[in-house]
């Protein structure tokens, strides 16, 4: 991402929040509007949890306006498929956890409001790609998985019965379900976890397919189609291992982002691909403490403290599960293995989860009308920039006629690169 030419910065905030959450950034950058934290394809008039306060406020994302224009598209998560981000590509609801209806209160179901995998399968029944976790969603309460069939955790969650994959599969009876390994040609919806996919550094990598093994599967599949395709892309375990104080896990999978944005880059052209790769939002996350070049950044500070003498590490936290005090002192970080994949950075704040951040976060562009994403802008602005290069949504006044020449071909290719730090973006 560091070789894209153009470079902007974006306001990230919620309607209701100065610090966002991952539901309304991403209904920011995919659908056009600013949205309230943990609301998803709706507007800033719908207010988290109320289901009433859902209808005639929906909102629709560009993968749909690729969609209605002929492009095909898709979804690749390491998250759920229903989780914040993709949810938002497809989804209108008030909540960001109604990930299936057992998640859902019961007034929210009696006033009519739909979770999130039934939204998946019903709302837009000709997503070409869809590819992460989340299958436990799909499938009726206690329904035995596939892969874990001991675990309980990982059983169906559905209170009102339905099999959700059996469901989609009538609606595309020539395409596949795959709930295991990724295959050579894929198939069009392929669900590897109950949950979340593993980590990066704890995946196996003979049953579990790689961020950027998934993106070239999606692209040999989606650029098929002559008009064209929209891909959103989500390394969505970043924040997870933020949100845990897990800087090692975090940045990894920044790693294989960064290595899916390459593949990409290797399977489409500058000429008729506009490539986005941006942030919903950032973490309180540092790197500091005057360290030499060539140390590791999961190495100790050169100096100790000037305060309590002890060593501190370059990678710190403002505030998260890594504060911890012995006998009543700040832990020594020099009695601990803080190389470990699982090591909890210190914070100066304890909480069990570490909070997101709210400054500005980078957007890197490449491809046609990219320089449009330059200087500071609203978050929102994202889409309406890449439906205008694409010549998708409702603003076509610029747009050469269909048979005319110099229309995007392959179409935009969106990476979002799922609450990644702008300290290290810089």
């Known amino acids: 991402m560091d070789k894209f030419p153009f470079v902007a910065l974006s306001k990230t905030y919620n309607t209701n929040a100065q610090v966002p959450d991952s539901a309304g950034t991403a209904t920011a950058y995919l659908c056009g509007v600013k949205a309230n934290e943990g609301t998803v394809g709706v507007s800033a008039a719908t207010e988290r949890s109320r289901c009433n306060t859902t209808q005639g406020n929906e909102v629709t994302s560009i993968l749909r306006w690729a969609k209605d224009a002929g492009k095909s598209v898709g979804i690749v998560t390491t998250t759920r498929v229903n989780h914040a981000t993709p949810s938002a590509a497809y989804a209108h609801s008030a909540d960001r956890d109604w990930y299936s209806d057992n998640e859902m209160p019961p007034e929210a179901l009696s006033q009519g409001c739909k979770d999130i995998a039934y939204q998946l399968v019903h709302n837009i029944r000709d997503i070409d790609v869809i590819m992460g976790g989340g299958r436990k969603y799909m499938y009726p309460k206690n329904k035995t998985d596939v892969e874990y069939e001991i675990d309980e955790k990982a059983r169906g969650t559905r209170l009102d019965g339905l099999d959700l994959v059996n469901i989609w599969k009538s609606f595309k009876p020539r395409h596949k379900v795959f709930l295991g390994v990724l295959l050579a040609g894929s198939q069009p919806l392929s669900l590897f976890e109950p949950g979340d996919m ?228 810089f």
């Not at 790689?210 to 650029?223: C, D, G, H, P």
């Not at 990409?264 to 540092?286: C, I, K, Q, R, Y």
């Open 198 to 425: 593993e980590y990066e550094l704890n995946r196996n990598n003979v049953t579990d397919p790689s961020l950027s093994e998934m993106v070239v599967v999606a692209i040999q599949i989606l650029r098929k189609n002559p008009k064209g395709f929209f891909l959103l892309v989500e390394g969505g375990r970043i924040d997870h291992g933020h949100h845990e104080g897990k800087a090692k896990q975090a940045l990894h999978e920044a790693v294989e982002m960064d290595r899916a944005i390459g593949q990409a880059g290797s399977m489409t052209s500058l000429e008729d691909t506009l490539t986005v790769v941006t942030a919903d939002h950032s973490h309180v996350f540092t790197f500091g403490g005057y360290t030499p070049r060539g140390n590791s950044i999961f190495g100790l500070a050169p100096m100790l403290s000037d305060t309590d003498k002890k060593p501190f590490t370059a990678i710190l936290y403002g505030n998260g599960p890594g504060y911890k005090v012995v006998g009543g002192e700040r832990e020594n970080v020099s009695m601990v293995d803080y190389a470990h994949n699982n090591y909890q950075a210190q914070s100066a704040v304890p909480l069990r989860h570490e909070t997101h951040g709210g400054e500005d976060v980078a957007v890197f562009s490449k491809g046609p009308m990219a320089h449009l994403l330059h200087g500071v802008h609203e978050q929102n602005y994202i889409p309406h920039v890449m439906a205008y290069a694409a010549c998708i949504g409702a603003n076509l006044d610029h747009c050469a006629p269909a048979s005319s020449a110099g229309s995007l071909a392959a179409g935009p290719l969106l990476l979002p690169l799922a609450l990644f730090p702008l300290s290290i973006l």
